[in-house]
């Protein structure tokens, strides 16, 4: 392997890609197998599992038992909550395998954090800075600074890039404010 040496991979943990940006750090009973990217930065926590095509940007939290599948991308700054999973697969079928051309892509946007036990069905935009909560099912596109829970998940307000919820007036104490974005959501305001 040709992995920087600023790259930590623990004694029981299986890193099979050589993908992975330095100072990253896989802990025990992971699983990153060839064909993965990984970015800079990221803590894989133990029983994770991130599966050839899956790309993973900088600074990602991916807490234990977490499962990325081929053809979810997650963009920088994201916290993915323990046992959190993607599919890829709307309506798979022993008999009948698809090819991994086939698969739904999922794309989980820069700032995004989800609870621990979500489930992310494939085909969905996570948006930028969107807050998904413990337990839910999200079956389609969040909106930008969007905050879901429920099965299946259901927008109920709108959450900071700071974490806090925001008010009516989209402006949070910490001096950010946020504007609508048509059916994108939110953005910040300049």
């Known amino acids: 392997m040709s992995l920087s040496p600023s790259v930590y991979v623990h004694p029981r943990a299986l890193c099979e890609s050589e993908d992975v940006g330095p100072r990253t750090r ?17 803590n894989v926590g133990d ?17 234990n038992a977490v499962q990325i599948w081929s053809g979810v991308t997650v ?46 069905v494939c085909g969905v935009t996570i948006g930028e800075g969107a807050f998904v909560g413990a337990g839910a099912t999200v079956t389609r596109d969040v909106p930008a600074y969007g905050v879901v829970v429920g099965n299946p998940a259901r927008r109920i307000g709108w959450m900071c890039a700071c974490g806090e919820k925001l008010p009516k007036t989209l402006e949070c104490a910490c001096g950010r404010a946020y504007a609508p974005d048509g059916d994108r959501g939110l953005k910040p305001k300049a």
């Open 47 to 63: 029983h994770a599992f991130i599966e050839s095509g899956a790309v993973v940007g900088d600074h990602v939290t991916v807490k």
């Open 75 to 120: 963009m920088d700054w994201v916290f993915l909550g323990p046992n959190m999973i993607f599919t890829n697969d709307l309506n798979p079928r022993v008999a009948f395998k698809k090819a991994p051309e086939r698969f739904l892509g999922t794309l989980v946007e820069r700032g995004v954090s989800i609870g621990a036990n979500a489930t992310v």
């Open 26 to 42: 896989i802990w025990a009973f992971a699983h990153v197998m060839k064909g993965a990217r990984l970015g800079a930065d990221c």
